[in-house]
Structures are given as C-alpha cells and as structure tokens.
C-alpha cells in the first residue's frame, strides 16, 4: 500500500509478468500481431471468401490483446479478467478446433483456432491452458 499525498491509501498492483509471465506477455504479443494482422488483410481482400473464417480470426486477435493488456497491466482485477479471456479463449479454441474438424465445410479457408490452432504450432490451444495455470499460481503465491 502506498499513500497518496492526501493521505489516502492506494493499492499497489502486483505485477504478473514476472518469471513465466514475461513468456506469456511475448508469446500473446506475437499472436496479437500474427491473428489481427491476417485477418485485416483477409477482410479486407477476401472476406466474401470465408467471413465466418475471417471475423474469428479478428476476434481472436482482440482477446490476445486485452490478455496482453491484461498481463501488463497487473493487479488482481487484471489478474481477473486475464483469467475469464483465457478461459473464453481455451473454450472458443476446443469450439472451433472440433467445429472444423467435424464440419470442414463450414470453414473454406482457416481461422487462427481451426484444427485447434495447427497451423499456429498448436500454441492457440497450448497458450491458454499456461496462461490459466500460472494466474492461478499468481493468485496463490499472492496469499489470496
């Protein structure tokens, strides 16, 4: 706790990106760039082609950024909202990865989250599940 110059006293943010953290921050950092990055030129060049495709991918990209965001900012309500993207992501990965392989069909061309992340070297399906898992311990080694 730190003390305003009113006397009024303000939290201090615990930082999430230490240790295993700062790997999480450039790894979602990367997916940021790669999912919003391909998806604003296939919307922009093709999306009649594929927009259900096209519009995940996009969304995607947002929830990698407010996780980025998220793991930077620090702080448990940070810690938090990290943690409810994270597990939004891991389900919308297991959605899409089964959705595409059980009707390929619906899908003419890929999103970042088709086959579970496969042409992303499975981490859309691996990040996740790490991310949870160290917010969590986050949680724990903060004594809450």
């Known amino acids: 706790m730190t003390v305003t110059p009113d006397g009024k006293t303000k939290g201090t943010r615990r930082k999430l990106i230490s240790g295993p953290g700062i790997l999480l921050v450039w790894l979602y950092g990367v997916m940021v760039v790669g999912a919003v990055s391909r998806s604003a030129v296939q919307i922009s060049t093709d999306f009649h082609k594929a927009p259900l495709a096209y519009t995940l991918s996009a969304l995607a990209g947002l929830v990698y950024g407010f996780i980025t965001y998220s793991l930077v900012r620090g702080g448990e309500r940070a810690r938090k909202a990290a943690l409810v993207c994270c597990a939004a992501e891991l389900v919308g ?14 899908f003419p061309d890929a999103t970042v989250w088709s086959d579970f992340g496969m042409g992303y070297l499975f981490i859309p399906v691996i990040l996740p599940v790490t991310a949870i898992f160290w917010l969590n311990k986050a949680r724990t080694s903060s004594g809450r």
């Open 93 to 106: 990965v297991l959605a899409v990865g089964t959705w595409t392989l059980v009707e390929p069909s619906a």
